[in-house]
């Protein structure tokens, strides 16, 4: 990206227990299949998240459901209340329909099942911020 | 009879196909697919599990050896290859068992959440599975890992 | 069908309004200014109308006032005269004067006047043509006329000469005055009639082309209206006609859950149930699933309509694709499983969430599909009851079998587990697995155990459509173990059993003397003889002199019974012509088979199969390897008789037509005949004449 670009980037956290699909999904981001995104930070675990999203102030989360403290579903109530114009995406294997469902009545706006490729995690946050892929 | 059909055998083959196309780019191949001994399960360095019950009881699990991961975690530009991480991949292998089990087997199926082990998993110590689990040896750029279907006891009159 | 779906009800609206709406807003355009062209004008010759009635009244009073100066003019000479009081005539011959002067004077420049009414009114000049001269020529008799009264009236009283000269003016000119004012009244009331004419056709004429522009308007909208009708009919039934034929159950749900005015026609017969507009879809569903299932949908509706979510981001989680539902079977006769598929999408109008589009099909055959395959393999080796074939085998003889077997079962799987390099080693696996389970079949199907024989026949078409690709990929192999397994358990069952048929046989003395080996094989082998004669319609006999079977060591014997058993189903089913062939051939209707047994030399036995049947074909031989794409034409017409009969032997090799069954045609045997008296280092030789008999000799050491 180049310098001379006013950036006007969108705050993505990370939200999952695992190291692995955070460090997967930070990669996807960096490596500018999404463009103007920066990672502001990750949770392990929705209170971790809570924290960090007072903090930083995203603009876009992806978040886990299943995770140890709090659950993604707690988490995406909690954080649509700190900041309501937050976009959340859940990531997760498709385990239960009625749950995944249930985050996205607290708020969530999207779902991609795990796995994933680099492509559709890409096109869902581009699709997430209502951008054409 | 506890039969177990190679539909069945397949879900599970094929979330680990899924996962390694979808992550790390290159898809196992299925090597052989035999029946293990006696008490004898086939596992390697690092085993994540799932366990199964309702219309069948069993577990299902995912084993691979260290190198295997750790060259998983280069694939997945993971440069920290503490053992932390290594649980954490077949964890995550093992995740996609339960996803795509909750999705063929429907809701009549509970499923445990995924478990990672190092060394010898304690659950395949019981002697409650059937005899010889389903052993599907995979290769993966030159490394072996293994997929097991374990169905438990056999539930005829 | 992913993306959002636009409606458009109305394909010219898209167009844009202007084109639309140009003429309507010039044909109102029109009418405006024809309307206030016509109220302008109308105001105009109004108010001009109004001022020529003025002037015409007002030209009315000088006629009467030119008679009353005169009048009174006589009246006040009359009273100064006879020296009466002159006041009363001479004040309104004052008032009469200076009103006749101002109107006049008015009449001539313009200016204001004292109406009728003692109020003030304004007066234009006449104009020439239009009492102009008539106003010029009053004036020129007026003004003297004037000037005379003036002089007449004094400050104190009057000039009696001077009264005396303008009465006499007056009397002269009188009548000339009078009908100058006269001319102009009449003048006056002509131009006002004029234009009053031309205010009611201007009037006439301003409606006329407002009506005109009305029925333009009239016209136009009604054509339009006519057209947007068509439009809208052609749509409609073009939409009827969408929605009678498609296969889908189509329909809109609206925010408030009920089902919209249009639905499919297939919709109530994929759905078995009665479905009408405005129906809950959500009381629908509910007699079909389950309430958590129904929950979610609920949910998923909600989400969908809410706006938030992103459609393309949450169509994994519909609850509705591939719903098991209960219904009355089509034929009445009790219920019946199916599955649908509801596939949900919005509907936008304008930019608004307006419907939920939900597509409907039946896949229940596609799912059936999958779950009869499924259930197929199971049944083969599910049905317990044939199981009780096992009882009818000695129990010895079912305990050696199922031991062998399991040891083979066990061997198989070492061969499953070994590393593949490749396509060609699960060819090689895949070729020793077939020959040993038609080995398993070979012998089950000779003991009768017939649940063995069909798992293994399963076994056996699974492998045999392997062994038909090209290439086969290790995930081809996967269903190598379930099929293992299967033989496994089963096995496990009749262990089982036999060892509860062993402790009964045990508790009953005497029950039963076990037969010798050779007779055991003798009856096994009739056994299976009549098996197969009596499906291909045949009639044989099996001879057999298996008397010094039982010396022979356990090895030999286990190879012997296997190469016994593949030898006479192949003489059964190639090598015994039917009855009536035979009959014709001049030969017994029955077939024989002899199986025999002898030492030849020391210890030495000769084993001799020999059946007095067609013998082997060698044309027959040469067609079976073109037909199996392994050789070329010119390849087997080059080979000799001697080497095309060797062929038989090769793996694959089958000169049975049609659909395999599980007696011949699989195109294995003779190579395993051959494979297992090599393990045993026995000789094999076969002799045949056609028409007359094939004979196989084994030598092999005790």
């Not at chain 3, 010759?45 to 009315?60: C, F, K, P």
């Amino acid at each position: 990206m180049s310098g001379a670009i006013v950036k006007n980037d969108m705050k993505l956290m990370i939200v999952d227990d695992s190291n692995i699909i955070r460090g997967r999904i930070a990669r996807v981001v960096e490596t500018g299949k999404i463009p103007d995104v920066s990672v502001v930070g990750m949770a392990r675990n929705g209170s971790e998240a809570l924290r960090l999203c007072q903090e930083r102030q995203p603009d876009l989360v992806t978040m886990d459901l299943t995770m140890p403290e709090m659950d993604g579903i707690v988490c995406t109530e909690g954080l649509v209340q700190i900041k309501p114009d937050v976009r959340i995406l859940v990531v997760s294997a498709l385990r239960d329909k009625a749950t995944a469902l249930e985050a996205l009545q607290k708020g969530a706006l999207g779902f991609v099942c795990k796995p994933f490729t680099d492509d559709q995690l890409a096109g869902a946050l581009n699709e997430l911020m209502e951008r054409q892929t | 009879m506890s039969d177990i059909s190679e539909e069945r055998i397949r879900v599970f083959t094929d979330a680990v196909k899924r996962y390694f196309s979808q992550t790390a780019g290159e898809a196992v191949e299925i090597d052989t697919a035999f029946l293990a001994e006696d008490g004898n399960p086939v596992y390697y360095d690092y085993t994540g599990l799932i366990s199964i019950s309702g219309g069948f009881r069993g577990c299902v699990y995912f084993s691979a050896p260290r190198v295997l991961l750790r060259h998983l975690l280069v694939a997945h530009g993971e440069a920290d290859h503490r053992e932390e991480n290594l649980l954490d991949l077949v964890g995550e292998v093992a995740n996609n068992f339960s996803g795509n089990a909750r999705e063929h087997f429907g809701p009549a199926f509970a499923i445990s959440p995924p478990v990672a082990v190092k060394g010898r998993p304690d659950r395949l110590k019981s002697d409650g599975f059937r005899r010889r689990p389903f052993v599907i040896s995979v290769t993966w750029k030159a490394y072996t890992a293994a997929i097991a279907v374990c169905v438990e006891g056999a539930a005829q009159a | 069908m992913k993306k959002e779906k636009r409606s458009s009800p109305d394909a010219p609206a898209a167009r844009g309004g202007w084109s639309r709406y140009r003429t309507i807003v010039i044909s109102v355009g029109l009418f405006l200014v024809f309307d206030l062209g016509v109220l302008i004008l109308n105001f105009t010759l109004s108010s001009q109308i109004e001022a020529d009635a003025v002037a015409v009244n007002l030209a009315g009073r000088q006629r009467m006032l030119s008679q009353r100066t005169v009048k009174t003019l006589l009246l006040t000479q009359d009273a100064w005269r006879n020296e009466l009081d002159t006041k009363p005539p001479l004040e309104e011959l004052k008032l009469t004067v200076l009103l006749f002067d101002s109107t006049l004077h008015a009449f001539d420049r313009g200016g204001q006047v004292t109406g009728a009414d003692g109020k003030p009114a304004m007066l234009a000049a006449a104009q020439p043509g239009s009492g102009r001269e008539a106003v010029t020529q009053g004036l020129a008799l007026w003004v003297p006329y004037k000037q005379l009264i003036d002089t007449a009236i004094l400050e104190d009283g009057l000039d009696g000469v001077a009264l005396g000269q303008a009465v006499d003016y007056g009397r002269a000119n009188n009548l000339a005055l009078l009908k100058l004012m006269n001319d102009l009244t009449v003048a006056l009331e002509k131009g006002a009639a004029a234009r009053a004419e031309d205010l009611r056709l201007i009037q006439v004429g301003g409606i006329s082309l407002a009506l005109i522009n009305f029925v333009i308007i009239l016209f136009h909208f009604i054509r339009k209206l006519g057209e947007s009708d068509r439009h809208i009919e052609a749509a409609r039934r073009e939409t009827v006609e969408i929605l009678d034929t498609v296969n889908e159950g189509l329909f809109l749900l609206g925010p408030d859950g009920r089902i919209g005015g249009q639905l499919s026609a297939s919709l109530p017969r994929i759905l078995r149930r009665a479905v009408k507009p405005g129906d809950d879809f959500f009381a629908l569903l509910k007699d079909m699933v389950s309430e958590s299932t129904l929950r979610t949908a609920r949910g998923y509706v909600e989400l969908l309509f809410a706006g938030r979510v992103k459609e393309n981001l949450v169509g994994d989680l519909n609850p509705l694709n591939r719903l098991e539902i209960q219904v009355e079977s089509a034929t009445g006769s009790g219920r019946e499983t199916r599955y649908l598929d509801f596939q949900i999408n919005r509907v936008l109008a304008d930019g608004m969430i307006s419907h939920l589009l939900v597509t409907v099909s039946d896949i229940t055959d596609m799912v059936q599909l999958q779950e009869a395959l499924e259930a197929a393999k199971h049944r083969a080796g599910s049905e317990v009851g044939l199981l009780m074939s096992a009882l009818s085998v000695h129990p010895a003889e079912l305990a050696g079998f199922l031991h062998k077997t399991e040891a083979e079962l066990l061997r198989i799987n070492e061969q499953l587990k070994q590393k593949h390099a490749g396509p060609v080693q699960h060819q090689q696996t895949v070729q020793g697995v077939f020959r040993s389970i038609h080995a398993i079949k070979g012998e089950a199907a000779a003991l009768g155990l017939e649940s063995v024989e069909l798992l293994a026949h399963d076994f056996e078409q699974t492998l045999s459509t392997l062994r038909e690709r090209n290439s086969i990929a290790g995930d081809d192999m996967l269903s190598l173990p379930v099929h293992l397994n299967r033989l496994f358990e089963h096995l496990s069952l009749m262990k089982g059993i036999v060892d509860r048929v062993a402790g009964l046989q045990g508790a009953m003395v005497g029950a039963g003397q076990p037969g010798d080996a050779g007779e055991s094989l003798a009856r096994d082998l009739q056994k299976l003889a009549d098996r197969i004669a009596q499906v291909q319609q045949k009639h044989v006999r099996v001879e057999a002199e298996l008397g010094e079977f039982a010396r022979l060591p356990e090895a030999a014997r286990s190879v012997l019974k296997d190469v016994a058993i593949q030898l006479v189903r192949n003489a059964v089913y190639h090598g015994i012509e039917p009855p009536n062939d035979r009959v014709h051939a001049a030969k017994p209707e029955h077939g024989s088979i002899r199986v025999a047994l002898h030492p030849s030399g020391t210890g030495m036995f000769e084993f001799i199969v020999r059946d007095d049947g067609r013998g082997l074909q060698p044309q027959r031989i040469r067609e079976a390897l073109i037909a199996s794409g392994r050789y070329r034409l010119e390849d087997v017409s080059a080979l000799d008789e001697r080497t095309v009969v060797m062929k038989i032997f090769e793996p694959g090799f089958s000169t049975a037509s049609g659909d395999a069954d599980r007696d011949a045609g699989r195109g294995v045997g003779l190579d395993v005949v051959k494979e297992r008296l090599a393990g045993l280092r026995a000789q094999l030789k076969v002799a045949t004449q056609p028409g007359r008999f094939t004979e196989f000799r084994i030598q092999l050491a005790a």
